[in-house]
């Protein structure tokens, strides 16, 4: 599986099957996962937390490191689609509408290279 042959959909439904198979759908509810996001979230803003900008290079280019920081992305991501199937988000459709809710927010012309 890569980004680029994967659907969203897909990915859903690969996180449901693993979710169904464990009968954790029992623990999953709409609270519980909006908790295990923030969790996985922190733990992986532990990863850069007290490093400098500049020291994003050489802490990337470790492997291990590498791997800690992919697989607490990959947490997020997880409960995040789980936290889609669970509320019957289309995800796709709700990302497209908060870009265009931004754009009218922070219009290119006015916020481009400058943060909000």
């Known amino acids: 599986m890569n980004d680029n042959d994967t659907t969203i959909g897909e990915l859903r439904e690969r996180v449901a099957g693993f979710i169904s198979e464990r009968d954790w759908e029992q623990f999953h509810d709409p609270k519980n996962l909006a908790m295990s996001i923030a969790i996985e979230a922190a733990e992986l803003m532990e990863h850069f937390q007290w490093e400098r900008s500049d020291q994003l290079p050489t802490l990337l280019e470790d492997p291990g490191k590498r791997q800690e920081i ?47």
Do not use: F
Not at 89 to 102: Q, T
């Open 70 to 116: 992919e697989e607490e992305l990959a947490d997020v991501a997880c409960y995040c689609l789980s936290l889609a199937n669970n509320l019957e988000i289309d995800l796709a459709e709700a990302i497209e509408k908060k870009i265009l809710k931004n754009a009218k927010k922070y219009p290119a012309g006015e916020y481009r290279g400058r943060h909000s």
